[in-house]
């Protein structure tokens, strides 16, 4: 899932943007007027692993969903993102999961279940 300056998400992340040393990786989930986008910026030299590592968390967070009977996957965004740190044992752990709609996302963007956003990441990590 690698991010070319082509891409609908561009409009999110400027051409500079400082990456904060302990982030190892990045994953962006857009719901574009063409469909769902995933993309994952890997910045830890072992992309498997982190591949492996968000796709068992988003396995998880949708089992916890449907276990605590939650809402939360029935809101609607445009948009998801989560970032993974490494710590210095080289453990990963999530650094942030957030999802929203404009104005964090461009008006175009249609909004879908958080659930859609989350089950699209799993099926594009899960190749």
């Known amino acids: 899932m ?21 982030i190892t990786a990045l994953a962006l989930i ?33 089992s916890d969903w449907d276990a605590e009977g939650s809402v939360e996957p029935a809101t609607t965004a445009s948009f998801m993102a989560l970032t993974v740190r490494r710590h210095s044992n080289g453990q990963l752990t999530l650094g942030e999961f957030t999802y929203g709609e404009a104005p964090a996302a461009p008006a175009e963007w249609r909004s879908v279940p958080t659930r859609q956003l989350a089950a699209h990441a799993v099926e594009a990590l899960s190749r």
């Open 2 to 22: 690698a991010m070319s300056r082509s891409d609908p998400v561009d409009s999110l992340i400027p051409s500079r943007v400082g990456i904060d040393p302990g």
């Open 30 to 62: 857009v719901s574009t007027a063409d469909g769902l986008v995933a993309r994952l910026s890997d910045y830890s030299g072992d992309p498997q692993a982190t591949r492996r590592w968000l796709l068992g968390w988003l396995m998880n967070r949708l």
